[in-house]
């Protein structure tokens, strides 16, 4: 009894210590702060009420240059343009002490969970997007030196209004050595290449008969070299394919494993989801699909995993994956950003590819619900 009562104590204990270890949003209110809150924003230095900055079609705005040390607790904007899938030609990048290559480099949309080119809210404990289009973030992104943040504009039509808050901890005194680095990084497969089209549903045992151990063309949410942690991802499909885009396995391989060190059980799994995320969408604090289309080609999905619970740790390399479909047999398409913290510097990140690329639209891969010919490769 004395154990049960142990047991139950800290099962009761754990979510308090667990929230105030994560977020310190709670269990510092009663202790001293060492740090002035600054905030950069986009507001009118006249005084009037313009609040917002213009971004030109091919002009790079700086929201954030900086001095440290310093730590970022929150990000808001929101977009006014009139030009359809903003949120795909709007590149957002950040860069901590004067590094070459940016840290973070996607698609503005796609960093906020929007991988399709549009809007819808959500809530997570690090992302949120509410009404009316109000982006959020609550990573904490720190910096000793120098922290910059742009915004470039790779679509054809000006940014009216650009808003934008920006919430910063300024530290008096350097931060720890070890302060590992806040990073994300987009990728995409349009589309990724299944090894068949030849397939008449899911089910089939054609399909379910292949094997993958090795984690052969899966799709690669991140692969990174150096000391950190991964903590999530954000992830859209846009279905080239009739049926249910999931059944790919999640496996994650750790410091140069050949095998995965981690292997899932299947897409909804992984997102913490199941069988085909039933009947509507959902949002939480850890996980979510915020946007469930599932069935024919056409169909579009969002979904979401932040490990903030147990971040993935690795000291030399670090590989996400995630099959698309069962051993890779489906061709949708898929538009994805990795959220981790490492040392730096980084390893080079892929290219971003150019605006048209970037786009959402359904391409001819063949298979069920798709008119295109020949076999995917």
Not at 201 to 215: E, H, Q, R, T
Not at 227 to 255: A, C, I, K, P
Not at 325 to 346: K, L, T
């Amino acid at each position: 009894m004395r154990n049960l009562r142990f047991l139950v104590l800290m099962f009761c204990l754990v979510p308090l210590t667990f929230a105030q270890e994560l977020s310190g949003l709670m269990g510092n209110l009663t202790r001293p702060q060492d740090y002035t809150l600054k905030r950069v924003s986009s507001w009118d230095p006249t005084g009037g009420n313009v609040d917002s900055r213009k971004i030109p079609a091919g002009a790079t705005l700086t929201v954030l240059d900086e001095p440290g040390p310093g730590v970022i607790t929150h990000i808001w904007c929101t977009i006014l343009s009139t030009e359809r899938y903003h949120l795909k030609k709007l590149v957002l990048r950040m860069y901590w002490d004067d590094e070459a290559t940016p840290s973070v480099e996607t698609p503005i949309g796609d960093f906020f969970g929007q991988g399709l080119g549009e809007y819808f809210t959500y809530q997570s404990m690090p992302l949120a997007v509410g009404q009316v289009r109000a982006l959020n973030s609550f990573f904490p992104m720190p910096f000793q030196r120098k922290a910059r943040i742009t915004v470039t504009n790779e679509g054809a039509v000006e940014v009216r209004c650009f808003f934008f808050n920006i919430d910063y901890r300024a530290y008096r005194t350097p931060l720890p050595a070890d302060t590992l680095y806040f990073h994300a990084q987009y990728r995409q497969a349009t589309p990724n290449h299944g090894w068949t089209n030849q397939w008449a549903d899911d089910g089939d045992p054609y399909v379910n008969g292949k094997k993958n151990l090795s984690g052969e063309d899966n799709y690669v949410w991140l692969e990174a070299k150096g000391r950190g942690h991964y903590v999530g991802v954000t992830m859209s499909v846009l279905q080239n394919q009739d049926g249910w885009w999931g059944e790919g396995d999640d496996m994650f391989f750790v410091d140069g494993d050949q095998l995965p060190t981690i292997n899932g059980t299947g897409s909804e799994d992984y997102f913490l989801g199941a069988w085909g995320f039933g009947d509507g969408p959902f949002s939480f604090e850890f996980f979510g699909a915020p946007v469930k289309n599932v069935g024919i080609a056409g169909s579009r999905s969002s979904v979401y995993r932040f490990h903030l619970d147990s971040p993935i740790p690795f000291t030399k390399s670090f590989r996400a994956t995630i099959e698309h479909g069962h051993a890779n047999h489906r061709s949708d398409n898929y538009f994805s950003v990795a959220y981790w913290y490492q040392s730096e510097p980084h390893a080079p990140f892929p290219a971003l590819p150019p605006v048209d690329q970037r786009l959402p639209r359904i391409y001819l891969v063949g298979g069920p619900g798709n008119g295109g010919s020949g076999s995917a490769k």
